[in-house]
T-cell receptor, first 116, second 116 residues
Framework: AQKVTQAQTEISVVEKEDVTLDCVYETRDTTYYLFWYKQPPSGELVFLIR??????QNEISGRYSWNFQKSTSSFNFTITASQVVDSAVYFC?????????????FGTGTRLTIIP | NAGVTQTPKFRVLKTGQSMTLLCAQD?????MYWYRQDPGMGLRLIHYSVGEGTTAKGEVPDGYNVSRLKKQNFLLGLESAAPSQTSVYFCASRGQGGYRSNQPQHFGDGTRLSIL
């Protein structure tokens, strides 16, 4: 069984503040992928990042950064200098494979509101 | 560059009616998926397909059927709609590759379905 926990249901911060979204996962597989998706108010799901279990290097993309720590089974997402356009629901997801078939498990999401 | 296209975008049904949701992708992807999104529950996998002519059950398959007669299309059917099937439905596709592939799932914009 696999599970993704996003304990923060809703977060509100004032524009330009930094904010970190937490993601904790559970899996027995040693090979897996972790994802973050963004769902803006318009409703579509936008892929942000994918990380495999063999690569614990942190990644930075503009104002976005991701901290992957296998020791704590966490894959946290930080937005630096937040902007109103960052307001969305963010989903963390865990992907494992069984005989080539992927199982993608989503967390319940964190609703982020950036206050202007 | 259409990606994943879902039709219709909105639909209201009466209990007991049937309907089919269509998902079309133009990326020549092998894998296709149907999810439902409910408040506080993230996305849950209904059915998926690993190639033309194949389908498999996901986490919440009851009350739904699917078909993948053509590689680019994945249909989700509700034979006798129930109020519990009121949800937002997302289709996704992914290129072929095992656990070391670099292919995230690409999502459509969703179909909002209400069953009265």
């Amino acid at each position: 069984a696999q599970k993704v926990t996003q304990a923060q249901t809703e977060i509100s911060v004032v524009e330009k503040e930094d904010v970190t979204l937490d993601c904790v996962y559970e899996t027995r597989d040693t090979t897996y992928y972790l994802f973050w998706y963004k769902q803006p108010p318009s409703g579509e799901l936008v892929f942000l990042i994918r990380r495999n279990s063999f690569d614990e290097q942190n990644e930075i993309s503009g104002r976005y950064s991701w901290n992957f720590q296998k020791s704590t089974s966490s894959f946290n997402f930080t937005i630096t200098a937040s902007q109103v356009v960052d307001s969305a629901v963010y989903f963390c997801a865990l992907s494992t494979f069984n005989f080539g078939n992927e199982k993608l498990t989503f967390g319940t999401g964190t609703r982020l509101t950036i206050i202007p | 560059n259409a990606g994943v296209t879902q039709t219709p975008k909105f639909r209201v049904l009466k209990t007991g009616q049937s309907m089919t949701l269509l998902c079309a992708q133009d990326m020549n992807h092998e894998y296709m998926y149907w999810y439902r999104q409910d408040p506080g529950m993230g996305l849950r996998l209904i059915h998926y397909s690993v190639g033309e002519g194949t389908t498999a059950k996901g986490e919440v398959p009851d009350g739904y059927n699917v078909s993948r007669l053509k590689k680019q299309n994945f249909l989700l059917g509700l034979e006798s709609a129930a109020p519990s099937q009121t949800s937002v439905y997302f289709c996704a596709s992914r290129g072929q590759g095992g656990y070391r592939s670099n292919q995230p799932q690409h999502f459509g914009d969703g179909t909002r379905l209400s069953i009265l």
